[in-house]
């Protein structure tokens, strides 16, 4: 037998499609799948379906009832084999998911949650199955360093908690600690992960403390006090992990007095404003672009920044909180900038790929996918004609940059927060 | 000229008739030719009525009530309609009773209520073995062990570990003659698997569908909760073969989502048999001159803006008698034709 052939008969549930096939001097082009199989016949074991919704979350695996409707508005599967009714699918027929790489594709962008008539919820699903695989050691590698390093740390990145606001020196302005101030504060500014120790991250947050400086706010940091709002951790399956973070953040938050939590980061504004509540942690909590969009009348802008600009709204904040609007409102109100929209916006907004985990999956991710999800937005992105490719999400500026590089988009296209635009127009000096 | 309204067949559209027109004031010949009435959910002994899982017995006595001890109401039980003559007005009618005694009865309209009868699953050959194995039912066979409170493998008496409901058999086929979808399959089906379920919590139960066709509430009135609550799972994917294994039954079909073979190993397997037209429909329509589509129901030309006039005037029809109903359809179709019915013997009254 051809080893093609072979390949062929190993690849069990493939579906094999080639220009040209010739096996054993017969042409065989064309698109098949069968030949090769054998003939496998079906079982409908009730077991893994039965556990996976008996867990708590997993329940809304069963209402599937096949549309396929989440299928073609995946993230995933735009660039792979993965949809969320092939995975209902797979239960059916008797997957308990936790041999299965797919568990770990989900971005939980919840863009199939967006379109399903049975509110077949992935964004609770997947993390119920991964929290049993996360307690049976069956988790990726890299997610297992991650997990480490928040448990040790307090941050996915394993950097010292002691330089989590090394950022402020470089600042140019003043950088407020609240446990230095000794007084209540109007504003504290939860500054996140990815901004506070990502060189691209500090660059926002650099621009966020002279803006607002700038605008008068009374404000603060946590500084080295802060951890990791846990969100993410909590999606790919570490529960746990999540509750430890968010008891000592409430444990941290309370020793404070503060009017609002401004947060940089859609994922931690996700866990303060959706979870934490449960824990004991009720905060009025906004996302920064929600805090400044009301102060456009106070913004005074010295510089016009002459430039199309296109928006990628973060899962976090568009889809799962609703909100579209607040970025938008800051974009349109700087001087010179001229919006465009990708074909894929609002509540339709593509995944960059971060989220659920995905931030730390990059090399299982690559094993599944053709193109990297944030290389698809990217090239999403350029298409529209933008110069700039505006985000408000600590996760995105490293990714599409990178993105930017390997789809060879390099000098085409700059990925900027809203917040360093904000800066850039009001500080044309810094 | 007569000023009564026959109404023949004494299921839940007959019944409804002969109790709307009685409350419009008119006279009521019913005639049944069972001994009891209340039609095939009588007679076939279902359990409990879709979608609501109202006792079927209680629904029916309820219908009976109307038209039982009612002076308007004349029944004319174990009767069957054996010729007719005249027209719209004035209609003569002879009725034949199992002793062979016949009695004429004028009536100045009719309402032509006999209903359907269930397939046979025998007239599909070597697909579905429905009378080689013992194990293989119908929907009526399984609604009458449901109305016992009881599910078992017929041929050994033992609880089933897994039952399947293979859908559309009988209908839906170009092949059999039967083109049309009978309507409350899917509905039944799924009504009988959650209270198979319900019976037995340890049986898995399946259904394979071709489409799920569960119009309007009854999609989240049984659909979804069968799915959602009671856990049965829904394949879509046709059988087009069972044969018997280790004194089981293995189902082989195609799994159509996965583009896959399927062979189950199945402990009860339960045909969702369609509907026919009864050989009393036929009879009737033809004792009337009542044309019939090609499947033997009447024919209805008014369709879909008068869902009860047949082509001949004077005769109306109620329920499954002019095609798949269900019961909301039979009992809505008996209130129009009964107003239909008496409009027609008061005009030609004061004509």
């Keep these: ?430 | 000229m007569s000023d009564a309204v026959l109404v023949i067949g004494g299921g839940p559209a007959g019944l409804e008739a002969a109790k709307s027109a009685a409350d419009l004031g008119a006279r009521v010949i019913l005639v049944e030719k069972r001994e009891h009435l209340g039609g095939t959910p009588d007679e076939a002994g279902y359990a409990a009525l879709t979608p609501n899982f109202e006792p079927a017995q209680e629904a029916l006595e309820r219908m009976r009530a109307g038209v039982l001890d009612r002076p308007e109401v004349t029944i004319h039980l174990g009767s069957r309609v054996v010729d007719a003559s005249g027209e719209a007005g004035a209609f003569s009618v002879t009725l034949e009773n199992g002793a062979g005694e016949r009695t004429e009865v004028e009536a100045g309209a009719v309402i032509i209520a006999t209903g359907f009868q269930h397939f046979d699953p025998g007239r599909e050959t070597q697909m579905y073995g429905y009378y080689e194995f013992p194990d293989v039912i119908t929907l009526v066979d399984a609604e009458r062990m449901l109305s016992q409170h009881k599910f078992v493998r017929p041929s050994n008496g033992e609880v089933p570990r897994s039952v399947a409901f293979i859908q559309c058999v009988g209908s839906r086929d170009r092949r059999l003659g039967n083109e049309y979808c009978s309507k409350v399959c899917c509905g039944i089906s799924s009504k009988q698997a959650i209270e198979v379920r319900k019976l037995l919590p340890d049986t898995r139960v399946y259904i394979f569908y071709i489409d799920m066709r569960m119009y309007g509430f009854w999609e989240n009135q049984i659909y979804w909760p069968a799915q959602e609550e009671y856990n049965v799972n829904y394949v879509r994917g046709i059988v087009t073969e069972i044969v018997q294994k280790d004194g089981r039954l293995l189902m082989k079909g195609e799994d159509t989502t996965m583009g896959r073979p399927m062979e189950v190993l199945m402990d009860v397997i339960v045909l969702a048999v369609g509907m026919e037209p009864s050989q009393g429909t036929k009879e009737v329509s033809r004792t009337f001159n009542v044309p019939q589509d090609k499947y033997g129901f009447v024919h209805v030309p008014g369709e879909p803006m008068d869902a009860v006039s047949t082509e001949v005037p004077g005769v109306f029809v109620a329920g499954a008698a002019a095609g798949p109903k269900d019961l909301e359809d039979s009992v809505s179709m008996a209130g129009a034709a009964a107003a239909k019915a008496v409009a027609l013997v008061r005009r030609q009254g004061a004509a």
């Design chain 1, 1 to 430: 037998m051809s080893d093609f052939m072979q390949r062929g008969l190993d690849k069990a549930h493939g579906v094999t499609e080639v220009e040209h096939a010739v096996v054993e001097g017969i042409d065989i082009s064309g698109y098949w799948s069968r030949m090769l199989d054998q003939r496998m016949t079906t079982e409908f074991p009730t077991e893994g379906l039965d556990w996976i919704t008996s867990l708590d979350g997993g329940e809304s695996l069963r209402n599937c009832y096949q549309c396929a409707k989440c299928v073609p508005v995946c993230p995933i599967q735009q660039v792979g084999d993965y949809g969320p009714w092939k995975m209902f699918r797979k239960a059916q027929r008797g997957s308990n998911f936790l041999d299965d790489p797919d568990l770990w594709l989900c971005t939980t962008c919840a863009n199939c949650l967006r379109v399903c008539p049975k509110e077949v919820n992935m964004v609770e699903i997947m993390p119920a199955v991964r929290e049993q695989a996360v307690l049976e050691g069956a988790m990726p590698d890299e997610l297992g360093e991650v997990f480490a390093n928040l448990q040790k740390r307090g941050n996915p990145q394993g950097e010292s908690p002691r330089k989590r606001a090394a950022w402020a020196k470089e600042a140019g302005t003043e950088v407020p600690i609240i446990s230095e101030l000794g007084r209540p504060v109007d504003v504290l500014l939860y500054v996140s992960d990815y901004t506070s120790y990502h060189p691209r991250g500090h660059d926002a947050a650099r621009a966020m403390a002279r803006v607002l400086n700038t605008l008068g706010v009374d404000w603060a940091i946590l500084g080295r006090e802060e951890k990791s709002d846990g969100d993410s951790a909590r999606l790919a399956g570490e529960k746990g992990l999540f509750e430890m973070l968010a008891e000592q953040n409430i444990a941290t938050f309370s020793k404070y007095e503060f009017d609002k939590l401004v947060v940089m980061d859609p994922h931690a504004y996700n866990a303060f404003k959706n979870f934490y509540p449960a824990l004991g942690g009720e905060y009025n909590v906004m996302h920064y672009t929600q805090f400044l969009a009301p102060l456009i009348d106070r913004m005074e802008f010295k510089a016009s920044v002459e430039r199309r600009v296109t928006f990628h709204d973060p899962c976090y904040l568009g889809r799962h909180n609703g909100e579209f609007d607040a970025p938008r409102k800051l974009l349109e109100a700087i001087p010179g900038i001229e919006l465009i929209e990708m074909p894929h916006y609002r509540a339709n907004g593509y995944c960059c790929g971060g989220g659920g985990g995905g931030m730390w999956l990059d090399s299982l991710m690559d094993e599944h996918v053709s193109e990297r999800l944030s290389e698809r937005r990217v090239r999403e992105a350029v298409d529209t004609g933008a110069a700039t490719l505006a985000v408000c999400c600590p996760y995105e500026p490293s990714r599409f940059e990178d993105a930017v590089k390997s789809t060879g988009n390099e000098g085409a296209l700059d990925v900027l927060d809203i917040i360093e635009l904000l800066d850039r127009a009001m500080h044309p000096e810094a």
